[in-house]
Structure formats: C-alpha cells, structure tokens
C-alpha cells in the first residue's frame, strides 16, 4: 500500500515542477476570450443565471456545462487573474496523472509498469497545451472523470453488481458533460475487455454498455438538435 502512495506523490510533485511555470502565462486570444475573458456569463463567475445558461448552451458548438461551471468557479475563486486558471489546469492534470497509474496498476499489477507509463503522460509534449492553455479546460475535465470511469470499471470487473456499474455510468456522462470526445469510452472499454482485463468476449460484454451507448446517442442527437 505504502509503495502507490510513494509513486502517485513523486508523480503529483514531478508534474507540478515541469508545469509551474504555466502560473505566470498570460490569457491568450485563441479561444481563451470565448471560454473566459470576453464571456459575460463566465465573467460574473457563479451566479444563478450562469448556471443556467451552462446547463442549457451550445455556444461554442458544443454541449459542455461542467466546463463552463468550472471557468465559472475559477472567476469567482481568481477574477480575471490568469494565474489561478493556470494553477486549476495543472493541479488537474497533475490528478490525471495520477489517476493513470492507479488504472493500470489496478488493471496490470505491475505499479513501476505503471508509474513509468503514467510519467510519460504527464510529461509528454501533446499534453502541454492542454496543460498550459486555459480554453482546454475541457479536455483536462473530460479526462479526468474518463479516468474515473475506467476506475470504477476496473473495480465493477471484480465483482459486478449495479451498484459498482452506476459510477461507471456517472463518470462517462460527467466526462461527456465535459467535451464530447468522451463518446467514444463505451468503446475504449470494450478494448480494455480485451486487454488488459482479459474478459471473454461475448454478447454480455456488449449488453452491460448499453446503458452507456444509451446516452451516447441522446448526448449526440442533443447536440446536433442544437
């Protein structure tokens, strides 16, 4: 037990230290004045009618309430400081970094396997802007609750039962609620199925993302409704 804890701490501080330069950048005009600087809802930070407009838009094309209710608490939290942005950024990059060794420590057994695989991706040059730039907020928050999903789903494999299969599905809609390329984890599970859970495959194995698919289908045809 002592030994993941080590290795997810080494991985937080390793993460913080590449990145904390991030804090002094600035806001930049590449969607950062959509997302936050010239958002009049995100700019009033939490209110009742940001709230409601984060639930019900589509501005920027897409379906995304929990980004723009986290834009939202970083404004209430930091104004218009950019530094506080930054920081939420990497602290959860930083907490996806360590989700990924605790999903495939989980899912492998092997936790220096692990750790090696989730310091790469902590530190890997496409993930940089996601990191760095304020506007990827989303795909920061999409990750994290698709780790979480991949998490429980990995613990449901163990021993399933519906109560273990319900944070699977609130994870996936939460990291749909976040961007829209988390559509496809009813899929990457299915490849996880095949390895590294080793599961048989078979018709259940399609017939317990369902519910899953289910609300694939109504977050897309909701999105291209609007």
Known sequence: MARPIVISVALVVMTLSVFSQVRTFNFVN???NLYVTDNPYV???LTKKGVMWA?????????QPLTWLSHMLDITLYGLRPAGHHVTNILIHAANTVFVFIVLNLMLGQPWVSAFVAALFAVAPIHVETAAWVSERKGLLSAFFWLSAMLFYARYVKTPSVLRYLPVLLCFIASLLSKPIAIMLPVALLLVD???????????LFLEKIPLFVHAVIYRRRREIA
């Open 30 to 32: 590449y969607d950062d």
């Open 43 to 45: 700019r009033d930070g």
């Open 194 to 204: 095949y390895w590294p859970l080793h599961r048989r495959i078979n018709s259940r």
């Open 55 to 63: 639930l019900s838009t589509a501005y920027t094309g897409n379906r």
